[in-house]
Structure formats: C-alpha cells, structure tokens
C-alpha cells in the first residue's frame, strides 16, 4: 500500500461521509449531477479536514445552504455530538456566478466546438475554479483546516448546492 493512502487511512483528519440537504439542492442537469458526484467520491476518497482545537475524527459532513451561508455540520463517526459552523458565502457569490456561466459555456462547446476552443475554455473554467476554492478554504479557517485538494472538491459541491437549473 502506498505511504501516502496508509497515512491518510490512519488519520483522523479526514471525512470519511458527506451528505448534502436535499431541501437545499436545486433542480440538476446531468452535469451537475456528475460533477457532484465526481466530488464526493473524491473527497472521500483522499482528503484532509481537520477542526481546530478538535481531534475527534475523522468526521462525518453534512452540508446545507440557509439565507446565503454554508452550514456544516460535522460530527464524528460514530458519535452523535454534531459540531456546527456556518460560511458566509457572499464573497463568493460573483465566483459561483461566472463559474456557472463558464460551466455552461464548456458544455455547449463540448458538444460542437473544436477542441482548441473546448480548451481555452477549459482553462477560464479551472482558474475560476481555483480562485473559489482558494477563497472557500481562506474562508473556512481558522475554525476548519482543508488542503486544496479538499477544497476544490468542496467548492465543487458548494456550487452544486448552489445550482438552480
């Protein structure tokens, strides 16, 4: 087994669960869906999620929207104590916008433009991307510590809760 995989099995800075409301999802294409998906599987897959000044891990998540915050409630695995932290996600908001508009442009073009246009605006979509999950995990600290891996992914979801179809 791989060292890295080992360390991360053995640790309990990690989520090993993620649910999302299901009041708070919006009507998803098929694209949604997947990347939704795509993001859990991921994060669970390999992640780094630590609460300060808590080592009760590794951490069941579940994640909501209420009036434009993130709520996250975490609780260990096996335990019924649930930790709650909320996220204000006005600074996000024009990011999310224009990650949607990109998101949309990229899959129009997947199905009819050539594969250098498909590119450059693949390349607009990943900078946005990072740039939401740079601010997502700025965000989140101190309380909630992630590695950019793990955010991306989050930002990821956070999108899809945010999709409205």
């Known amino acids: 087994m791989d ?6 099995e053995k640790s309990r800075d990690r989520l090993v669960d993620i649910t999302l409301d299901a009041k708070s999802l919006g009507r998803a294409n098929s694209n949604i869906e997947h990347e939704r998906e795509v993001a859990i599987f991921d994060i669970l897959d390999g992640n780094a999620f630590r609460i300060d000044g808590i ?10 929207l209420a009036d434009d915050r993130l ?7 096996g335990e019924a104590e ?19 508009m990109i998101c949309e ?10 594969p250098a246009r498909i590119q450059a605006i693949d390349v607009s979509r990943r900078a946005l991307h990072d740039e939401g999950s740079a601010l997502l995990k700025e965000k989140l600290l101190p309380r ?16 899809s809760l945010h999709w409205k179809g």
């Open 105 to 114: 442009s990229y899959y129009e073009a997947v199905r009819t433009a050539p």
């Open 71 to 77: 709520s996250m409630a975490i609780s260990p695995s």
């Open 144 to 159: 909630i510590i992630v590695d950019d891996d793990t955010a991306r992914r989050l930002f990821t979801l956070v999108c």
């Open 82 to 100: 649930t930790v709650e932290h909320t996220v204000a996600l006005t600074p996000l908001k024009r990011i999310v916008k224009d990650y949607f």
């Open 55 to 64: 080592d009760a891990g590794p951490y069941k998540l579940h994640l909501s």
């Open 3 to 8: 060292q890295t995989v080992a360390a991360q």
